[in-house]
């Protein structure tokens, strides 16, 4: 067999991006440890297509300002691409290439019939107005209308992005084709056919993970402490549902600041104060009920769990040694490098790879679009049983992965979800 032929660094339009380069390099890792055919490698490590779209948008004072805007689509093997769409300043093409890489074996650990996908546009959305957001959707819809669609394409919320957000690319869809699509998003409001339990499902399927490590660890979650970087819709929710466990949540971060709270923060109190009218930048800094401490303290503070549910790369060789947990969750995506990775190996952290412990959210928007095309309904609990049923046998595999090949458990995930994009692509064959 001769080795495929990779696009060289020089060809490759996303090897600028540091996220990117982190995705390939954990690729490189598997297909190392899994004797991955070299064609099906090569063919993974380049996203199958992407579009790139600068699009004008009329301010509210008047002037047009032009956005940068990203769909790239990793994979169409497995089904309809299923990720994601974020607005955030950072946003390049080689970050969102990474997120749909990883969003391809997220689905696959979880046996979802999708592909991996991601989208994004470099804006802050904090300083645009609602009418300015819903006119940059609505101008983005249209943009990459050629390459979407609910046996194509389905895009659901992410960073920067909300329900409403999934409303107006919904309705600006059905205005494209004559008729009422919800299935073409995901966590999008109930009322408009999104399903009850998606916002919390990421966070839900956090913990549902977590407990399953303490057991595993034989450690009880009942006064057991937790740090979560980041109180967005993500790591609020963890913060709730770890509170459910009894566990102690004893320091927060966001993106303003970070605070700590030796004896337990009160987290509904900690919400109020970030809903309050006053609080117009909807941060945890100013809470009366913990202490401010620097940010880079917080992945440093003791606590049983870690969760850092916010940005990639934010645990790197340089801090991961300084770790004081026993559990790390990684509720965001990419959040730990694989520098930081080979400190971990020589500690006792359990670690809960991305690509499993936050599938949450793509496993209930697979509901979500279900229910859509089916027109049928579930309830909450019957969501939130099926999800905590597909998270634990998820869990299961890859620690029976782990310890059967002698992995770690990132490799472990990381293998069983490209392996399973992979035999997809052998079963289909290479099309002339």
Not at 54 to 61: A, Q, T
Not at 175 to 183: F, H, I, L, N, R
Not at 331 to 344: E, H, I, M, Q, R
Request: hydrophobic share 40%; with cysteine; proline share 6%.
């Amino acid at each position: 067999m001769h080795p495929a032929e990779p696009v060289s660094k020089s060809d490759n339009l996303y090897e600028s991006s540091p996220v990117y380069r982190m995705a390939a390099h954990q690729l490189r890792s598997v297909a190392a440890a899994v004797d991955l055919d070299p064609g099906i490698a090569a063919r993974l490590a380049v996203p199958k297509r992407s579009l790139v779209t600068g699009f004008p948008v009329r301010m509210d004072d008047g002037h047009t300002r032009i956005f940068m805007g990203y769909r790239v689509q990793h994979s169409l093997t497995s089904g309809p691409s299923k990720g994601g769409l974020r607005y955030a300043p950072s946003v390049d093409l080689g970050e969102v290439a990474a997120l749909a890489m990883w969003m391809s074996w997220k689905c696959g650990i979880m046996n979802l019939p999708f592909a991996g996908a991601k989208g994004g546009i470099a804006c802050d959305p904090a300083a645009l107005s609602p009418d300015e957001k819903e006119r940059l959707t609505r101008r983005f819809t249209e943009e990459v209308l050629a390459i979407i669609g609910p046996r194509v394409d389905v895009m659901a919320p992410d960073l920067g992005t909300d329900e409403q957000t999934m409303a107006w690319i919904m309705d600006t869809y059905s205005m494209k084709v004559g008729y009422a699509c919800p299935e073409i998003v995901t966590g999008k409001p109930v009322e408009l056919g999104g399903c009850v339990g998606r916002r919390e499902a990421t966070g839900r399927g956090v913990v549902y993970c977590v407990r399953a490590a303490l057991e595993e660890l034989r450690l009880d979650p009942v006064g057991a402490t937790a740090v979560v970087q980041g109180f967005g819709n993500v790591g609020s929710v963890t913060c709730d549902e770890l509170i459910k466990l009894g566990v102690k949540v004893v320091a927060v971060g966001d993106r303003y600041g970070a605070l700590r709270n030796p004896k337990g923060i009160d987290v509904a109190a900690l919400h109020r104060h970030v809903n309050a009218p006053a609080n117009t930048r909807k941060t945890i800094v100013g809470f009366p009920g913990a202490d401010e401490i620097a940010p880079d303290e917080l992945l440093a503070t003791p606590c049983t769990v870690l969760v850092p549910a916010a940005l990639e790369r934010v645990i790197t060789g340089s801090n991961a040694a300084k770790l004081r947990c026993r559990v790390l969750a990684e509720g965001a995506n990419g959040p730990t490098t694989p520098d930081a990775d080979a400190v971990l190996a020589n500690s006792d952290v359990f670690v809960i790879p991305d690509v499993l412990c936050n599938a949450g959210g793509v496993t209930v928007s697979y509901f979500e679009w279900v229910q859509d095309i089916q027109q049928f309904m579930w309830s909450e609990e019957d969501v939130n049983n099926e999800l905590r049923k597909l998270m634990l046998n998820a869990f299961a595999r890859v620690r029976r992965q782990a310890a059967e090949r002698g992995l770690s458990n990132r490799l472990a995930a990381l293998s069983l979800g490209v392996q399973k994009v992979a035999t997809e692509k052998l079963k289909r064959g290479l099309f002339p």
